[in-house]
């Protein structure tokens, strides 16, 4: 757990100015490639949260609006803060038909705190690029009495144990650092990972968890793209990625005819503040 909490740190404890700018370059290929929430999550978390239609929510880095516009096109009044520059105009864009959704190009660090202002505090795979030791506390002060803290994680997408094996071996040439496939063990480990630094904080109770499983079939492009929204791709040196991708493509078009197959874990924890 202790080397869990670790990794988990190593992204939060990049400097404040890296941290916004960590996607731009995949800015684009964020917003067409990443799954989104499904509904049936999403009715989940609303149920389990007991938000009321008139509920008010701040949403934590929003990104591109990935699960923002799932509550904004349920009438939810939202304000969304995201320091990315290349996110927030890309949110702007997905959420200029809702009325009831303002967006904010800020840090949740950097903004002027609004105690007891909000049902529910919702990060959607951002939470933990912020401080735990700022984040829990300050999401806690914005809450109103019973408000609830709404995190949501959407694990890599995999292909199959076997699939997954034939582009190991491309990996293996070009990327072993890369080549890893988490098993359905290890996944819920991580979640329970998560849960753990929730109830550590100390600021929320009742914590809650739920899981859905999705199943999406991605092109060879769409696949490439998608992995290129991953840190470890964003980081990867451009001839080496060249490399890896050309030959990843040509074993996924001739192989398995040019898609895979992949499935992937929407999962939450819900906490009600202390």
């Keep these: 757990m202790e080397n869990f909490k670790q990794t988990i740190a190593s992204f939060s404890n990049k400097d404040l100015e890296v941290r916004k700018n960590w996607y731009s370059p995949a800015a684009e290929a964020y917003n067409k490639a990443r799954p989104r929430y499904p509904q049936s999550f999403i009715e989940q978390v609303i149920k389990a949260a007991q938000l009321s239609p008139d509920a008010k929510i701040l949403e934590v880095g929003c990104g591109p609006g990935t699960a923002t516009t799932s509550f904004a096109q349920l009438g939810y009044s939202m304000l969304c803060l995201e320091p990315n520059p290349d996110f927030f105009e890309l949110a702007k864009q997905n959420c200029q038909l809702y009325p009831n959704v303002e967006i904010q190009n800020s840090s949740f660090e950097e ?155 929407s999962a939450f924890h819900i906490g009600k503040k202390n």
């Excluded at 190991?168 to 990327?175: G, N, P, R, T």
């Design 111 to 265: 903004w002027d705190l609004q105690p007891e202002q909000f049902d529910a505090v919702l990060a959607a795979s951002s939470f933990h690029w912020i401080p735990a030791e700022v984040g829990y506390p300050k999401a806690a002060n914005i809450l109103k009495d019973n408000g609830h803290l709404l995190l949501f994680w959407n694990k890599e997408l995999q292909p199959s144990y076997a699939v997954y094996q034939r582009l190991s071996e491309v990996y293996q040439k070009h990327a072993p650092s890369l080549d890893r496939y988490e098993s359905w063990e290890t996944q819920q480990a991580i979640f329970k990972g998560f849960g753990s630094i929730v109830i550590d904080s100390g600021k929320f109770k009742d914590i809650q968890f739920g899981q859905v499983t999705s199943e999406v079939v991605y092109s060879t492009d769409e696949y490439l793209t998608l992995l290129n929204t991953y840190s470890p791709y964003i980081q990867l040196d451009a001839d080496t990625k060249k490399i890896l991708f050309a030959e990843l493509s040509q074993l996924i078009n001739n192989d398995f005819g040019g898609s895979l197959q992949l499935s992937y874990i």
